[in-house]
């Protein structure tokens, strides 16, 4: 049985430079190029293993800097043959360009009532058009930061699907009405995605993202979907997430996961084959997908990992 992998990052200036006093140029230098591992490192290897990647770009930061940055995003995922679909940080709606994060909207999408989201969600797919993409048909809020009036508003206007839930922020930012172990694609309004999870330690779930999983829990998530015949995955990285969280230079631990990791789908492009959305994927509803189980040295060899990365692949140069 085939597992249809959405492998998708999220492109995005990080809010943190903005705060920093970055100006535009080193906002877009440190979240989009950082340290020549950002967005057109990430397209040159994906070409190279022929992978499809959901680029899920939030175009907010047009609001304060014009659509010149945005556009200059889209254009690179599209003439590499990859897909734009929409993302938002609804906190730009209320910042200011020169103020170093002074001024900022409410963090989490969930804080604005169905009408504040609709405004949003309409405005963010204008503001994506005017920079060159396509409609987009599928929706991923900032900080997984959706609740069930999301998924109203993104039917409202012509979504098909929504990758919002994430169990392993079940409660915290992720606020679907929807068990924080699903991770199988869900009939709705709009077709949920969930994030895939992994449970790391008995009743601890943890994100199927580049920086949150070593390259073994990885590789042990997709043989587990695989055999047991998984309705999907689907995989979170982001555009700054190779480098250190400064910006400045590379961290080598998530580059050599990015790689790994592209070089597992390339192998495994049979039964585990990546796709778009756009692709329009059967995709089996409502199956009682169960996320991979724990396992004590696979999580002690990831922690060890994390703290060389913590300790030296963060410092900043």
């Known amino acids: 049985m085939v597992t249809p992998v959405f492998l998708t990052a999220d492109i995005e200036f990080a809010w943190r430079h903005h705060a920093a006093g970055h100006d535009l140029d080193g906002m877009y230098q440190r979240s989009i190029e950082p340290a020549g591992v950002g967005l057109a490192f990430q397209l040159e290897t994906l070409r190279r293993h022929e992978l499809k990647v959901c680029f899920f770009v939030d175009p907010m930061p047009a609001l304060l800097f014009g659509l010149d940055p945005i556009r200059r995003i889209v254009d690179a995922i599209l003439e590499a043959e990859q897909e734009v679909q929409l993302h938002l940080h609804p906190n730009w709606a209320g910042a200011r360009a020169d103020d170093a994060g002074a001024h900022y909207g409410r963090f989490q999408l969930h804080e604005y009532d169905f009408a504040?989201?609709?405004?949003?969600?309409?405005?963010?797919?204008?503001?994506?058009?005017?920079?060159?993409?396509?409609?987009?048909?599928?929706?991923r809020a900032g900080n997984y930061g959706a609740d069930d009036n999301t998924l109203g508003v993104l039917a409202a206007h012509g979504f098909t699907y929504d990758s919002s839930h994430n169990g392993a922020q079940a409660s915290r930012t992720s606020r679907l009405s929807l068990p924080p172990r699903r991770i199988s694609p869900v009939a709705g309004t709009v077709i949920e995605v969930p994030v895939t999870v992994i449970e790391d330690s008995p009743g601890s779930l943890r994100t199927f993202q580049l920086c949150a999983l070593s390259s073994n829990e990885a590789s042990d998530a997709l043989d587990h979907a695989a055999a047991a015949g998984h309705a999907a995955v689907t995989i979170v990285s982001h555009g700054f997430e190779l480098a250190n969280r400064a910006g400045t230079r590379a961290n080598m631990v998530h580059?050599?996961?990015?790689?790994?990791?592209?070089?597992?789908?390339?192998?495994?492009?049979?039964?585990?084959?990546?796709?778009?959305?756009?692709?329009?994927?059967?995709?089996?509803?409502?199956?009682?997908?169960?996320?991979?189980?724990?396992?004590?040295?696979?999580?002690?060899?990831?922690?060890?990992?994390?703290?060389?990365?913590?300790?030296?692949?963060?410092?900043?140069?």
């Open 116 to 139: 504040e989201q609709s405004a949003l969600i309409a405005g963010a797919t204008d503001l994506l058009a005017a920079a060159g993409a396509p409609a987009p048909i599928a929706f």
């Open 255 to 317: 580059v050599r996961r990015f790689e790994a990791l592209c070089s597992l789908l390339d192998d495994r492009r049979d039964d585990l084959p990546t796709v778009h959305f756009k692709d329009r994927p059967s995709l089996r509803l409502d199956a009682d997908d169960a996320p991979l189980g724990p396992d004590m040295l696979r999580t002690r060899w990831r922690q060890a990992e994390q703290l060389w990365s913590n300790w030296v692949a963060e410092r900043v140069a």
